[in-house]
Every structure is written in structure tokens, then in C-alpha cells.
């Protein structure tokens, strides 16, 4: 059983900053790339950050700077430092792994965390 848990959304005002975080935990033999995504009401679901578990993280075109992806390999944990929010921003924001349990390999998602910025 593998668990992906998201924390660290809350209701900001535009120009602020947040960070999120998502933790991997369970029968794990290795996680490879990691990622976040976000959903906007009525959109798609899109990529935010690509993490992979060795070399550069890339971004949306859309992120221009503004947020920073990150990985603790021995936390099992990646990091999602968002700064100058700004209103389009709002969203459930994913984490996304792929993890090699001792059984199978394969993607897994977390429950997502609420991201709302708003004056």
C-alpha cells in the first residue's frame, strides 16, 4: 500500500507565497520521477512541475519563474515553493509518482490540496 499525502494549501492574498508539500509513504522500493499538477474548476487537470529523481526539474511555461519544485530523496518527499501568487493560481494542486512497490511499478496520485488566492 502506497500513500501520496499533500499539505500546505490554505487562502492567500495575491503576491503571496505558499509551500507545499507531498510525502510518499508505504511498501516502497524506489520512486522515480515525481511531479505536481493542479486542477482549476471547470479545466483540465495540467502539469506544474516535472521532479525527476535525478536532474532538473522543469516547469510549465505558465510558472515564468515564480515557483521552485524540490525532492528530499531520503524523505521521500517533494516540495512546491509558489511565490507572487497570483488569482489564476487557484487550484487542487496534485502530487504525482511513480513508484516501484515490491509488487508493481506504476503512477500514484495524491487527494490534492486547496490553493485559493484571493484579495
Known amino acids: 500500500q502506497v500513500q501520496l499525502v499533500e499539505s500546505g494549501g490554505g487562502l492567500v492574498q495575491p503576491g503571496e507565497s505558499l509551500r507545499l508539500s507531498c510525502e510518499a509513504s508505504?511498501?516502497?522500493?524506489?520512486?522515480?520521477?515525481m511531479g505536481w499538477y493542479r486542477q482549476a474548476p471547470g479545466k483540465q487537470r495540467e502539469l506544474v512541475a516535472h521532479?525527476?529523481?535525478?536532474?532538473?526539474?522543469t516547469y510549465a511555461d505558465w510558472v515564468k519563474g515564480r515557483f521552485t519544485g524540490s525532492r528530499d530523496h531520503a524523505k521521500n518527499t517533494v516540495y512546491l515553493q509558489m511565490n507572487n501568487l497570483k488569482p489564476e493560481d487557484t487550484a487542487l494542486y496534485y502530487c504525482?509518482?511513480?513508484?516501484?512497490?515490491?509488487?508493481?511499478?506504476?503512477?500514484?496520485w495524491g487527494q490534492g490540496t486547496q490553493v485559493t488566492v484571493s484579495s
Open positions: 504525482n509518482a511513480e513508484i516501484d512497490t515490491y509488487v508493481v511499478r506504476k503512477d500514484y
Open positions: 508505504g511498501s516502497i522500493f524506489k520512486i522515480y520521477d
Open positions: 521532479i525527476p529523481s535525478s536532474g532538473r526539474t
